[in-house]
């Protein structure tokens, strides 16, 4: 991901990795209000909040790019061969991805393009800093608004807005599944935590107004109300007795 690099790039290597380690892209499929989402990934640019189709585009320096994925596996190809499946027919894929009941792993990471300006650059660290802080309070015994509360009043308290809409989820047998888990809340309420959760954390934040648009065309993309930029991360974990473990790390983080 760098200036130069077309957008659909993103897309092709995720196929390609999937066929050769044999794991489904499991959002190819998912149903949608006007249409099934038709894609390995999500790869939303600058405003675009989350679930933005990846798109023939040419990235340039200072652009953010937020890219989310959910892949199924490892599978054992005498079960079924990934290689052999056509990504491009939804309809055959969504018979596999959404009879899949195996492990999966659901994240979201944002990448600068280039360098980053500082407000770029500000916004990423708010956002990912955010995710931490309601990570850490995803322990047996606290409850769902805690987490939202946590995110909420550190990513509010440096001006940024906080995404209502869209949320993060339990997780297993399949992507999406209660616990929802809101980005904003009140700390005290809400479901209490067990240990067993398997939950995903995946504060989107905004420079300006939290509000967000769809894109009615497809039904999937949303944008800022206001054009203003947008950041996401996203981490799947287990809350354990000792803590919640990240199950989707990149080898910076572990048991809190």
Known sequence: IKPGVDMW??????????KEENFLPLQIGVDGAMMDYPYAT???LNDEVA?????????KDGDLLKVDMVLGGPIAKSDLNVSKLNFNNVEQMKKYTQSYSGGLADSCWAYAVGTPSEEVKNLMDVTKEAMYKGIEQAVVGNRIGDIGAAIQEYAESRGYGVVRDLVGHGVGPTMHE???????????RGLRL???????????INTGDWEIDTDMKTGWAHKTIDGGLSCQYEHQFVITKDGPVILTSQGEEGTY
Request: charged fraction near 25%; proline fraction near 9%; charge should be negative.
């Open 9 to 18: 790039e993103v897309e092709e290597y995720v196929r390609r990795r999937c």
């Open 42 to 44: 999500c790869c939303s």
């Open 51 to 59: 679930h933005a189709f990846p798109r023939h585009y040419i990235l």
């Open 178 to 188: 209660e616990p929802m888990v809101p980005n904003y809340g009140i700390a005290g």
């Open 194 to 204: 067990r240990e067993g959760m398997v939950l995903t954390i995946e504060p989107m």
